[in-house]
């Protein structure tokens, strides 16, 4: 099992559209969580980390669900400007990041 | 500002032609890491510095190796590249914590 993966995507949605993504890990003992943003041919941005406790920010919410190793995001009204591909991001050790293969999401006219 | 500078952008190489691609911070960050990813992958950490302690991934090819003369630059030197090895190299740092993970733009390196 992969260690951490993701919906394969692409996402092809409209303007407005609310979108998800969902993402899982297979080791229990992760510490931190965060999502994170590549633009084509750029290096990825934290887009936020992702606590317990659920975390939102303007349109974008993440969920933590230790339980059941996932994680998941969502993007409502989506922009155009929103087209990248979205990076679920899992951290066993403080300075240790492990990425999944993303997911691509295209915001249609 | 304070950021993570990899030089250069792109750059070519010949097949089994040694090449070094090269990373600074002005971050002051003691913790500085090497990832590739290749084309619709995930990035992959090939290895780390803990200060000036080399951490080396276990499946990171010999043909891998870095150096970091000081705080602030960091290099990857591959010795023999081969066609497999084309990919974009992504340099980053962070504090002892692990916060203020920064990454660098990147270096796309092509094999011909």
């Known amino acids: 099992r992969k260690e951490v993966e993701q919906d394969p995507g692409p996402f092809n949605v409209p303007e407005g559209a609310t979108v998800a993504f969902n993402c899982t890990y297979s080791?229990?003992?992760?510490?931190?969580f965060f999502w994170y943003r590549q633009d084509c041919r750029k290096e990825p941005k934290l887009l936020m980390s992702?606590?317990?406790s659920g975390n939102e920010d303007g349109r974008f919410t993440a969920q933590l669900n230790r339980a059941s190793q996932y994680i998941s995001l969502l993007i409502r009204d989506s922009k155009l400007s929103d087209s990248a591909t979205y990076l679920c991001v899992v951290s066993l050790r403080s300075y240790q990041l492990t990425f999944g293969k993303g997911t691509k999401l295209s915001v249609i006219p | 500002d304070a950021m993570v500078i990899q030089n250069p952008r792109y750059q070519v190489t010949q097949f089994g032609k040694p090449v070094t691609l090269s990373c600074s911070q002005t971050l002051n960050h003691n913790v500085m890491y090497w990832y590739q990813q290749k084309s619709s992958q995930a990035p992959k950490l090939l290895f780390h510095?803990?200060?000036?302690?080399?951490?080396n991934e276990a499946d990171t090819p010999d043909n891998f190796q870095s150096r970091r003369p000081n705080t602030s630059f960091c290099f990857l030197d591959i010795r023999s590249p081969g066609l497999g090895d084309a990919a974009m190299y992504l340099c980053?740092?962070?504090?002892?914590?692990?916060?203020?993970?920064?990454f660098g733009s990147g270096t796309r390196l092509t094999v011909v």
């Open positions: 080791n229990s003992a992760s510490q931190s």
């Open positions: 510095y803990y200060d000036k302690d080399f951490n």
């Open positions: 980053a740092t962070s504090n002892l914590q692990g916060n203020g993970y920064t």
């Open positions: 992702v606590y317990s």
